[in-house]
Structure formats: structure tokens, C-alpha cells
């Protein structure tokens, strides 16, 4: 199984770099851009758990360590692997 | 006063905290490695200094706040033992969970390496004791990641709770967007725990503190310390 997930940060905090990407793009012509936010994408590879078990520990992973939570909500997909 | 200086993959000002504390101000300093758990209780202070613990990965703090060492530091620190985190020592503090809020990326999204003004806001703390009211310290900062960040309504608890210590200022103590480095919500340059025994702060206080060097203004810092204890 694979959890695929992303980190981003909250509404309304600062994100220097997306700011910084938003600009470069309307500078290249693409004004439809509104807003950039940059986050994280972690590919974490699981073994031996169960779909529902994996929700629950990739839920506590997310929460302990992989995002912090005072500025970044994340979401994230179980997938099965060959 | 015993102090004792955490040591982490990547910590860099370890060593000016260790000359600072033990040969400057003549202090009892002992090394504490990141891999072993410690009885602290003897101690009167812990330094968690700064630098780049793990590569800063992930973020800056979050590997090194699971370290075996943070566990021992984490029960002193319950148990009103006094800990003082230093710029990547803050950002453990905070990814630990023992101060509020979080470091994100500077505003001007630059590395800023210079001497900087803070102003004391508020002196009844075992670290700011030796300060005058509203004191202007000259301190140099050093990093990428110390924009301090808290939503509005905590920040506000902070400021009635009397957690901030140190605010972004000129020279002459105005705290204004200009005098702000590096985009903090309220220019707040160290907090403290409701308790106040716990504090960190982005400045330097041990890059400012040996009479060979320029500035000594970092040194009333250990000295409310010492003198607490």
C-alpha cells in the first residue's frame, strides 16, 4: 500500500514562496493566477496493515510528524501497490 | 549555577554557548548528547543551542524535538527546570510542544546573518530579571526560518499573559514594519511558557557576550540566570 500525501499551509498564513511564484507567473502573462500555496508531497510506502489500519496511522503520522499542525493541514490517499 | 548544553546532529552554537557559560561566566556546564536520556534534576539550566539539527529536514526542530534527549528535557522543564532555546533551539522548543506558535520562513525569504534591536517587554522572568524596563538589547540574529508565527487570538493571549520577551525594534526602542527582520506577527523576537521557565528566542545572546568580541549586550541574559538561580 502507498499513502500518498500533502502538506500545505493554512489559509491565511504567510507563504513567502508561493508569493514569490505567484508573481513570476503573472509576470510570464499568466494573469488568471489568483494564488499560490506551496506545500510538501510524501510518498510513504506501507506493509503489512490493513486499509483501515493505515487511515488511522497515516492520520497519527500526519498529525505527530509529518505536517505541523499549528500552520500546515494536510490530506492524503491510501492506494493499493502491486 | 549547573547548566547544560544539548548537543544535536548539526547543532553549531553549542560550542559559544559551552565558552560563554563555563568560561566567561564561570559556571558549572557539562555536555548533554542528544542520544541519552539524563537525569536533569541537578541541573539549573538548559541551553538548547542553535544551528541546523538534522538538516533542518522536514522542518527546523521537528526531528531533533523526538530525540531521546528531548524526553529528559521535556520532564525538567514540567517540573520548573529552567531550558532556553537559542534560534534552532527554539524551533525545537516550539516543534516539542513546550512554547506556542512556530518559526516559518523570513518574509524577504533570505538567510539574514546581522546585528539587530530588541526591546525587553517584560522583566519579571527568570531570564530578563537583570534587564531595565523596556531595555533595548543589540543581539545578532542568524537564520532562514524565524518568522515567528501564532493566530491572532493566541497571540493576544500571549501579549495579556506578559510570554512576550523580546520584540523587533530600532535603536531607540520603536517597534515599528520597518524594524522587523523578518515578518513576526507582533515583531516578537522570544517567548516564553505561561510558567516562565521555558524560553526561546531567535537572537543570539551568546554571539554577544565575550568582552573580546564587539557587544556584550547578550550577556544580561545569563546574568538574570545566574543570578536567579
Known amino acids: ?82 | 549555577m549547573k547548566c547544560g548544553i544539548v548537543v544535536f546532529p548539526g547543532s553549531n552554537c553549542d560550542h559559544d554557548c559551552y565558552h560563554i557559560l563555563k568560561h566567561i561566566l564561570n559556571q558549572e556546564t557539562h555536555w548533554l548528547w542528544h542520544k541519552d536520556e539524563a537525569n536533569l534534576e541537578s541541573f539549573d539550566l538548559v541551553v538548547l543551542p542553535g544551528g541546523f539539527s538534522y538538516g533542518d529536514y522536514l522542518r527546523p526542530g521537528a526531528i531533533a524535538s523526538f530525540s531521546p534527549i528531548m524526553n529528559s528535557v521535556i520532564t525538567f522543564a514540567k517540573a520548573g527546570g529552567k531550558v532556553l532555546g537559542i534560534c534552532n533551539g527554539f524551533q525545537i522548543l516550539l516543534e516539542s510542544g513546550l512554547l506556542p506558535g512556530t518559526l516559518i520562513q523570513n518574509q524577504s525569504r533570505k538567510f539574514i546573518c546581522k546585528n539587530v534591536t530588541v526591546r525587553i517587554e517584560n522583566i519579571d522572568t527568570p531570564f530578563t530579571r537583570n534587564c531595565g524596563e523596556n531595555q533595548v538589547l543589540e543581539i545578532p540574529i542568524a537564520h532562514h526560518e524565524g518568522s515567528y508565527y501564532i493566530d491572532p487570538f493566541s497571540l493576544n493571549q500571549l501579549e495579556d499573559n506578559g510570554q512576550i520577551l523580546f520584540r523587533y525594534c530600532d535603536t531607540k526602542g520603536k517597534v515599528s514594519a520597518e524594524s522587523n527582520p523578518n515578518g513576526s506577527v507582533g515583531s516578537v523576537a522570544g517567548v516564553t511558557n505561561e510558567q516562565r521557565n521555558v524560553m526561546g528566542m531567535m537572537p543570539h545572546p551568546e554571539r554577544c557576550a565575550d568582552p573580546q568580541l564587539t557587544g556584550t549586550d547578550g550577556q544580561i541574559i545569563f546574568q538574570s540566570l545566574i543570578q536567579n538561580s
Not at chain 1, 489559509?11 to 509576470?27: M, R
Not at chain 1, 510570464?28 to 493566477?33: I, N, P, S
Not at chain 1, 510528524?65 to 492506494?79: G, P, Q, W
Open chain 1, 1 to 82: 500500500m502507498l499513502a500518498q500525501i500533502h502538506v500545505t499551509f493554512k489559509e491565511g498564513v504567510l507563504d513567502p514562496q508561493g508569493k514569490t511564484v505567484h508573481h513570476a507567473l503573472n509576470d510570464l502573462g499568466y494573469d488568471e493566477v489568483l494564488d499560490v500555496n506551496i506545500g510538501k508531497y510524501l510518498e510513504i510506502k506501507l506493509d503489512s496493515v490493513s486499509e483501515e489500519e493505515a487511515e488511522i496511522r497515516v492520520r497519527e503520522m500526519c498529525e505527530r510528524l509529518l505536517a505541523n499542525t499549528v500552520i500546515e493541514s494536510f490530506r492524503f490517499n491510501i492506494v493499493p501497490t502491486e
